[in-house]
């Protein structure tokens, strides 16, 4: 994913250095090249929203229902332990923040995996909820309440701690190019509709 939104940076980046291009042989060429870029860009981004937005239900996969039963919202994340022999690390998944006396649900992808881990956050970095949970039939959904602010291992709780800042990193910095990509395709729209005085 990353791979794709650094190549339209780059291609949204030449689109607009080519839009100087206004006369001779290659004008028309550029011009060609601007609107495809654009299109793409458009298309890809809209694409990616829609499919991120849309809430879908996985196939062969484990309904995780987190119920928050404490007096504030919490910020949870659910830690997806995959066999160390498929694929060592693990699969952070950010559930959201979850007010008083609501639930959320994720569906979990357990075909490589028996085990899940439950963060709960109150703000940016106070882990104040931790549970581990196992998965021994994998055709039964899950339910977990939260009602009490628990860590039942501080070192697998420091493990999680240390995967969800990468996790949020990376959110950070994919935000940012998105964000960059965004500022191009709009600078390259502007000229490309604007017409000559």
Not at 60 to 82: E, G, H
Not at 154 to 178: F, P, R, T
Request: glycine share 4%; aromatic share 14%; charged share 20%.
């Amino acid at each position: 994913m990353m791979f794709i939104i650094f190549i339209i940076f780059l291609s949204l980046l030449l689109s607009l250095f080519l839009s100087k291009v206004r006369s001779g042989k290659g004008a028309e060429w550029a011009k060609l090249f601007r609107i495809a870029c654009v299109i793409f860009s458009a298309s890809f981004f809209t694409y990616w929203f829609i499919k991120k937005s849309a809430v879908g239900v996985v196939n062969d996969s484990v309904a995780l229902q987190v119920i928050n039963k404490l007096p504030q919202p919490l910020d949870f994340y659910v830690i997806n332990i995959n066999d160390a022999s498929v694929n060592e690390g693990l699969e952070v998944q950010h559930i959201g923040k979850i007010r008083p006396e609501h639930y959320r649900i994720e569906y979990l992808k357990m075909d490589k995996s028996d085990e899940y881990w439950i963060a709960g956050y109150l703000g940016k970095k106070n882990m104040v909820y931790f549970s581990q949970h196992s998965v021994p039939n994998k055709n039964i959904d899950q339910i977990v309440e939260v009602q009490n602010y628990i860590n039942q291992s501080v070192k697998l709780s420091d493990k999680a701690k240390k995967q969800i800042e990468v996790y949020s990193y990376e959110n950070i910095k994919l935000g940012i190019w998105v964000t960059l990509d965004f500022l191009l395709l709009f600078l390259n729209l502007v000229l490309l509709l604007r017409r000559k005085k």
